[in-house]
T-cell receptor
Framework: QKEVEQNSGPLSVPEGAIASLNCTYS??????FFWYRQYSGKSPELIMS????GDKEDGRFTAQLNKASQYVSLLIRDSQPSDSATYLC??????????????FGAGTRLAVHP | DTGVSQNPRHKITKRGQNVTFRCDPI?????LYWYRQTLGQGPEFLTY????????KSRLLSDRFSAERPKGSFSTLEIQRTEQGDSAMYLC???????????????FGPGTRLTVT
């Protein structure tokens, strides 16, 4: 079992719709969770971080975390063609314990069509 | 506020040659990370520095790979005797150390794309 799993996609949504991206992780000790956006040929760009159960909203983005189910998701409201990219889920075990490396999923490719 | 910078952005080398990449982190960040990313995969952790101390190395980092951060500022990643399998995007990230929360966010540089022919 991979440590961080994502559906590779592509996830295709029409412009203006809500895009829902999902991620599961295997280590129950994981404490910090991140979503990165990566355009083709570019480096990952941090868009959301979440540390406690529940929802965290930032503009059109909402991250949701459920540690009991070992599940983290990203919702993108009012999707735009410029949101078309690969979205990477990343997990950090416990930075306070010294585990500073991020474990990434393989990413979900999102395509927003006009 | 400048972000993480990496040089060179692209490197083409022949198998067996040595290459060195440089990363300059965000100025107030004392933590620096190297990752490697191949096509269709997420970045894979290689190594981590806190100030000048290299605190963790991945099993992916064979003896041909070495990283330094001599003064706790910029870092270099050297690959000796390159192999075709080393072809990848090499990413550097940095983060600060402080109170819980934002200190754990890692910000990536633009990457160095290595092609070994």
């Amino acid at each position: 079992q991979k440590e961080v799993e994502q559906n590779s996609g592509p996830l295709s949504v029409p412009e203006g719709a809500i895009a829902s991206l999902n991620c599961t992780y295997s280590d129950r000790g994981s404490q910090s969770f991140f979503w990165y956006r990566q355009y083709s040929g570019k480096s990952p760009e941090l868009i959301m971080s979440i540390y406690s159960n529940g929802d965290k909203e930032d503009g059109r983005f909402t991250a949701q975390l459920n540690k009991a189910s070992q599940y983290v998701s990203l919702l993108i409201r009012d999707s735009q063609p410029s949101d078309s990219a690969t979205y990477l889920c990343a997990v950090n075990l416990d930075p306070r314990g010294g585990y500073n490396k991020l474990i990434f999923g393989a990413g979900t490719r999102l395509a927003v069509h006009p | 506020d400048t972000g993480v910078s990496q040089n060179p952005r692209h490197k083409i080398t022949k198998r067996g040659q040595n290459v060195t990449f440089r990363c300059d982190p965000i100025s107030e960040h004392n933590r620096l990370y190297w990752y490697r990313q191949t096509l269709g995969q997420g970045p894979e952790f290689l190594t981590y520095f806190q100030n000048e101390a290299q605190l963790e190395k991945s099993r992916l980092l064979s003896d041909r790979f070495s990283a330094e951060r001599p003064k706790g500022s910029f870092s270099t990643l050297e690959i000796q005797r390159t192999e075709q399998g080393d072809s990848a995007m090499y990413l550097c990230a940095s983060s600060s150390q402080g109170a819980a929360g934002s200190s754990y966010e890692q910000y990536f540089g633009p990457g160095t794309r290595l092609t070994v022919t």
